[in-house]
């Protein structure tokens, strides 16, 4: 069973920067694609930023030049470096674990539990 930990959120003002953090533990054999989604209220959730086993990344066009996504140091862990923050930036980010895009949605190995992320304007 594979679990992941999001730590980082939090409230900070228009134009201010964040960092959220993801690890990834139990039976991962190997390096996987990571990603970053998040949901506002009464909104679907929306990819972020992800990352793929190669280290190719890609980004929505929303947060492109803002926001960073990074490996961490160990294995299966990822960083969202998010910088000039907006209020349409809140929402609660969610790490996932191999996602993959299909028609009817996003599915991902595991989730994280979410993490909100507030901008005051």
């Known amino acids: 069973q594979v679990q992941l930990v999001e730590t980082g959120g939090g409230l900070v003002q228009a134009g201010g920067s964040l960092r959220l953090s993801c690890a990834a533990s139990?039976?991962?054999?190997?390096?996987?694609?990571m990603g970053w989604y998040r949901q506002a209220p009464g909104k679907q959730r929306e990819l972020v930023a992800v990352i793929t086993s190669g280290d190719n990344t890609i980004y929505a066009d929303s947060v492109e030049g803002r926001f960073t996504i990074s490996r961490g140091n160990a294995e299966n862990t990822v960083s969202l470096l998010m910088n000039s923050l907006k209020p349409e930036d809140t929402a609660v980010y969610y790490c996932?674990?191999?996602?993959?895009?299909?028609?009817?949605?996003?599915?991902?190995?595991?989730w994280g539990q979410g993490t909100q992320v507030t901008v005051s304007s």
């Open positions: 996932a674990l191999d996602p993959r895009t299909y028609p009817t949605g996003t599915q991902a190995r595991a």
């Open positions: 139990g039976s991962i054999s190997r390096i996987n694609a």
